[in-house]
């Protein structure tokens, strides 16, 4: 079983930043071949993209967060992260890191609360 932790989510006014990360431990045949991501989910809305990346560091962002917000990943922690710059009051959502095997099993975090404040 595969497990994922966010953290760093919080509170920031529009116009910050904040650094999400999440750890992922469990049985894992090699870290390298899953793709992380991370999706949001806002009030009354559905679960959305932003951003994912492959192991060997290819990147897809969503249209809403290119240039404000940055994926990576450090294969030797086995951690993803999500730096966010330039908030807006729209980006604020419950957001969670997501993995895929490359037999397209999936597993999801609990989440983290971002909350942007005009």
């Known amino acids: 079983q595969v497990q994922l932790v966010e953290s760093g989510g919080g509170l920031v006014q529009a116009g910050g930043s904040l650094r999400l990360s999440c750890a992922v431990s469990?049985?894992?045949?090699?870290?390298?071949?899953?793709?992380m991501g991370w999706y949001r989910q806002a009030p009354g809305k559905q679960r959305e993209l932003v951003a994912t990346?492959?192991?060997?560091?290819?990147?897809n962002n969503a249209d809403s967060v290119k240039g404000r917000f940055t994926i990576s990943r450090d294969n030797a922690k086995r951690t993803v992260y999500l730096q966010m710059n330039s908030l807006k009051p729209e980006d604020t959502a419950v957001y969670y890191c997501?993995?895929?095997?490359?037999?397209?099993?999936?597993?999801w975090g609990q989440g983290t609360l971002v909350t942007v404040s005009s």
């Open positions: 997501y993995a895929r095997t490359p037999v397209n099993r999936e597993d």
């Open positions: 469990g049985s894992i045949f090699s870290f390298n071949l899953i793709v």
């Open positions: 990346i492959s192991g060997g560091g290819r990147t």
